[in-house]
């Protein structure tokens, strides 16, 4: 069954340095989303990307991220200067868009910042 | 906007028994709503959805979840609960005309032996 891969698994870096967390989604997917959960809380939605750009982002999704889909198969989340607060939890999901459609969840890469 | 409760932080039971947890949500539209589970150091798992038609959703691992409009609830169920469907639920919903999820805070369920 395909499933959402993501790497690292784990991360761990120092503040103000840019890390960048790495998808690869469901190959005839067509949207992408990054969700986060910091430890204890919910699931947060960050943005979503379909036909190479941005669909829609929330008020996490500051200058510090961004997206890319550098080809045909990778959905990568960049921050360019972390900070303590994005210690987190970060899941991708991919979906066939359409709102009906199920997002299936990779199983996440958990970023320290010391 | 939307927005999921879930208001029971955790549920035990005992195996055998029945589980419930509990959601509720709003949207401002009609709602495409979802159960997901995670395990520990695990992704979220889809478990079942409701989009249209029958209020009562079967879904995996013998889950289910009744859609009620009228109470705006989403509760998910099993007739009986086993030790590895111990796990965190989590509820989210999806406005028809948006793409995003909103979750709800996870329900930690512990099954005893």
């Known amino acids: 069954e395909p499933e959402v891969t993501q790497t690292p698994s784990h991360q761990v870096t120092q503040m103000g340095q840019e890390v960048i967390l790495r998808c690869v989604p469901i190959s005839n997917h067509l949207y992408f989303y990054w969700y986060r959960q910091i430890l204890g809380q919910k699931v947060e939605f960050l943005v979503s990307?379909?036909?190479?750009?941005?669909?829609?982002k929330s008020e996490i999704f500051d200058d510090q991220f961004s997206v890319e889909r550098p080809d045909g198969s990778n959905f990568t989340l960049k921050i360019r200067s972390t900070k303590l607060e994005d210690s987190a939890m970060y899941f991708c999901a991919s979906d066939g868009g359409v709102s009906t459609d199920t997002q299936y969840f990779g199983p996440g890469t958990r970023l320290t910042v010391l | 906007a939307q927005s999921v409760a879930q208001p029971e932080d955790q549920v035990n039971v005992a195996e055998g028994n029945p589980l419930t947890v509990k959601c509720t949500y709003s949207v401002s539209g009609n709602p495409y709503l979802f159960w997901y589970v995670q395990y520990p150091n695990r992704g979220l798992q889809f478990l079942l959805k409701y989009i249209t038609g029958d209020n009562l959703v079967k879904g995996s691992y013998g889950f289910e979840a009744e859609f009620n409009k009228s109470q705006t609830s989403f509760h998910l169920k099993k007739p009986s609960a086993l030790v590895s469907d111990s796990a965190l639920y989590f509820c989210a919903v999806r406005d028809i005309d948006d793409y995003k999820l909103s979750f709800g805070a996870g329900t930690t369920v512990t099954v005893r032996a």
């Open positions: 990307f379909y036909n190479n750009e941005i669909s829609e």
